[in-house]
Structure formats: C-alpha cells, structure tokens
C-alpha cells in the first residue's frame, strides 16, 4: 500500500526502462529491453531483483514487440486509425496523439460526403509523416539521454538523427 502512487512512473535501468502502472491493488510492470543486448534469462532475472524477488519467474511473460506503423493506413473502403495502424512507444502517448490526429485528419477529407484515391494518398502521406515525428521525438529522448549503461551506449551509438531531428536540434542551439 505505501507503494502505490496515482500516477505511471519509468525508470531507467542498465538494461533499459522499467514501467509501473498503478491498478487498483498492484502494479503492471515491464522492463523494455533490447535482445541484440540483453538475453530475455538475464531480463527476467534483474526484474525479479528489482522487485526484490516479489515476483516469480512464471509471472514474467516475455512479450515481442517492434516499434511499427503501416505503409497504407488507408485502403479501399478500410481505415486503421490507433493500434492497427502502428505502435511507436508504449509511454510517451505517442499512440494517443496519433489516434487523434488521424481521426481529425480523415474527418477533414470526408466531411463533404466524398473522396477519391487523391484524398486517401494525402491522407496516408500526412499520417506517415505524423509518426515519422513520433518516432523522432522518441529517439530524441534516447539518443540525447545521460543514462548509463550497456543499452543507453548502444543507442547512442547506433543513433541516426533523421533530417527533422537535426533541424530542431540545431534550432534548439541556436540563440
């Protein structure tokens, strides 16, 4: 009970981020590591210590995930809008945002009663773009990190600034 806050909560950790989502009597958590760095065994294991061994191995499911979203969120007479159109990053909200901004967007192009195959190539181009920003805005918060640690290292090291972020970047500096 003394643990328990009304909010979500991460923390960083050497292997990546630790998640914790207050329920009503416990909390969902997660630690979201990466397998080219990290074995799922060695994963499971700083959980459970983490946690001061109050979990057990068989609470732990390991779920594969990979940031994605599709090339057509619009074909034919079907619109995937949320999840089925693409997951960026579980904390950030990113989901959210885009969910919204894509209802908004399709409302704008058929709010007249009407479309045509050039509405819906704009409207995949304006969403692939929304999360092409969500992806960087994501990356910018990893690659920029002063964590330490084998998985905070190894973005960075592998960090590809798109164009997008290098322009903010630079703006940012700028006086």
């Avoid at 979201?32 to 983490?50: G, H, L, M």
């Avoid at 007479?77 to 579980?90: A, D, M, Q, R, T």
């Avoid at 990893?142 to 290292?153: A, I, R, V």
């Amino acid at each position: 009970k003394e643990e328990l806050r009304p909010y979500t909560s991460c923390d960083a950790v050497a292997h990546g981020w630790i998640w914790k989502i207050p329920l009503q009597k416990k909390y969902g958590s997660g630690l979201v590591f990466n397998r080219s760095i990290t074995e799922p065994e060695e994963a499971e294991k700083y959980f459970i210590d983490y946690w001061d061994n109050r979990i057990t191995k068989e609470q732990c499911k390991l779920i594969n995930w990979t940031p994605y979203y599709i090339e057509n969120f619009w074909e034919n007479n079907v619109i995937s809008i949320g999840l089925s159109g693409g997951f960026i990053e579980p904390l950030e909200s990113t989901g959210i945002a885009t969910m919204i901004m894509q209802i908004d967007t399709l409302y704008g192009i058929i709010k007249e009663g009407r479309y045509s195959q050039h509405e819906i190539d704009l409207y995949n181009s304006i969403i692939a773009i929304a999360y092409e920003r969500c992806i960087d805005f994501v990356n910018m918060h990893y690659s920029n990190s002063k964590k330490t640690g084998l998985f905070w290292e190894k973005v960075k090291e592998k960090h590809n600034p798109s164009v997008t972020q290098d322009y903010y970047e630079n703006f940012m500096k700028s006086p």
